[in-house]
């Protein structure tokens, strides 16, 4: 579970009532996009022909340019997760990170769960590298546009525990 019982209104769009910019929205749907991308080499390595998980980055980054509507971008990050499902380890992690990245533009606070994901596919590959995690949690906090970068980093931390403690310094 990676959602909160209660939302931040600042990852609520305006138009739902929160205090979410278009702009920043779209900056967490790129990040969640290339925090995903970092690790979708697990997933390929393992099922080369299967493209749901790079698709759904894909519709994330296109969602974010305003080419794909948001319940495209969404179905394509269902097809990522359907990947994920029969696999287990880093290929799984992987596909659920690009999963998530493409339902940023539904909910915006699925950008931690494609951070998280990641995370946790880079320790599942690197199983005997105790820094593993933070390394890839670290060169993802450096990927953060500056814009949204408090915001993310509060989150992280208002929502590490559901997160599975990825973030945890």
Known sequence: MILPDV????LVTIRRGGLLSDADHQLLALWAARCAEHVLHLFEAEEPTDTRPRDAIDAAR????????????????????GAA????GAARFAAYAAGQAACVGHVAEHDLGAAAYAIKATRAAHPNEVNAGRLERDW??????????ALVLEDQARRNAICWSVFED
């Open 7 to 10: 939302r931040d209104p600042r």
């Open 62 to 81: 296109a969602w974010a340019r305003g080419e794909m509507t948001m319940m495209d971008a969404r179905a394509c990050g269902g097809h990522a997760m």
């Open 85 to 88: 499902r029969p696999l287990r």
């Open 140 to 149: 993802q906090r450096d990927h953060l546009d500056e814009p949204i970068r």
